[in-house]
């Protein structure tokens, strides 16, 4: 990408190439900057005020020096990484219905982009509406319209209101999409450096409604990483964090990104294994051989819980090591067989108070 930003050198100029520099660097773009103080420059190439920006000799960005410097900076280069698909940054897909729980996952998902280095869309999936006149079907254009407006409006609202350094504040996207949500999310979820953060449905605290549903579908066969967010749940720090680990092997690269997102947050990760049967052959060398090959400064400990039921024994874990975050691998479609049977419904006021992220391995 090629770049070129007109301006006298004053602090405003400065801070142009330096925040554009910073944003463009966090999303791992390649940019050669071009800095243009030429009065007869700015003519020539037809900018009218400045600073401005101008990516590969087309596009042009003026930022509004009245006032409204810090936003019209930050919308040219949201306009810029845009265009990027926000190059290597993680995207996080936050479904919305415009429910309390909804706006508390984007919550959520708001201090996650901000740790991960994230970018954030929002998204409503609209199923249209219709109406049988006569045995014809006509479809409900006037509400797709509204809940496309709702939905803008709220974004729009989110992209004013940022306070701070607004280059560590993460950018926001709208998303709307008519379909069926679980196959669009899914869909969402096959593309590259993407995470789903959800809120766990349902207004009850049952197992049915708040895993028996779109969350819980989207859990078990989505292609990237989820986050499910309880009702209620607050993001606060992360310090602890328990994987729920069956095998070493088939864990592995899960546990490495687990380990990663411990290193960001400066947290501890805590690795449990319940051990079920005699014989269990879990092997804690080859785990300790992983953590200190990617991960030699990582606080971590290795917790293996015997004569316990996996719930039992997950319960056990949590309260022992005041978990802030759950973490589970689970090959499609089998996850629940072992940690999540029928017997939840026993101890489901305890998981709904803890943040779950899944990962998949195919």
Avoid at 122 to 133: A, G, K, R
Avoid at 180 to 204: C, N
Avoid at 289 to 300: A, C, G, I, M, R
Avoid at 301 to 326: F, T
Wanted: charged share 25%; with cysteine; glycine share 6%.
């Amino acid at each position: 990408m090629k770049i070129k930003i007109y301006g006298t050198g004053t602090s405003g100029h400065q801070m142009v190439k330096e925040k554009l520099s910073e944003s463009l660097l966090n999303a791992g773009l390649t940019f050669q900057i071009e800095n243009i103080e030429n009065v007869k420059s700015f003519i020539h190439d037809n900018v009218h005020s400045v600073p401005a920006i101008r990516i590969d000799d087309i596009d042009l960005y003026e930022i509004n020096m009245n006032g409204r410097f810090n936003s019209s900076l930050r919308s040219a280069i949201q306009q810029i990484l845009r265009k990027e698909n926000y190059g290597n940054m993680t995207k996080f897909i936050i479904p919305t219905d415009f429910s309390e729980i909804s706006f508390n996952a984007y919550n959520y998902a708001n201090n996650l982009a901000k740790l991960l280095n994230g970018v954030l869309y929002i998204t409503h999936i609209y199923f249209p509406n219709s109406t049988n006149v006569n045995e014809i079907v006509y479809l409900d254009e006037s509400a797709e319209k509204i809940y496309q407006k709702k939905l803008d409006d709220f974004v729009g609202s989110i992209n004013q209101d940022w306070i701070g350094d607004f280059v560590k504040e993460p950018f926001v996207e709208a998303k709307f999409i008519t379909g069926f949500p679980y196959k669009e999310l899914l869909d969402l979820s096959e593309e590259k450096d993407t995470m789903i953060v959800m809120g766990s449905t349902g207004s009850g605290d049952s197992f049915k409604k708040i895993f028996g549903s779109l969350s819980l579908d989207v859990m078990k066969s989505a292609k990237c990483p989820v986050f499910v967010i309880p009702k209620d749940v607050q993001y606060t720090d992360i310090k602890n964090v328990l994987f729920c680990s069956e095998d070493v092997s088939f864990d592995a690269n899960a546990i490495i990104e687990a380990g990663r997102l411990c290193e960001k947050a400066g947290a501890i990760l805590h690795i449990g294994h319940i051990v079920t049967k005699v014989g269990d052959d879990y092997k804690i060398d080859e785990l300790e051989s992983l953590l200190t090959q990617y991960f030699p400064n990582l606080n971590y400990i290795i917790q293996m819980v015997e004569d316990k039921s996996p719930l039992e024994g997950i319960e056990m874990m949590v309260e022992k090591s005041d978990v802030d975050l759950m973490v589970f691998n689970t090959k499609h479609r089998n996850f629940f067989t072992r940690w999540l049977h029928e017997s939840v419904t026993e101890h489901i006021a305890l998981y709904t108070k803890k943040p779950i992220l899944v990962f998949h391995k195919d």
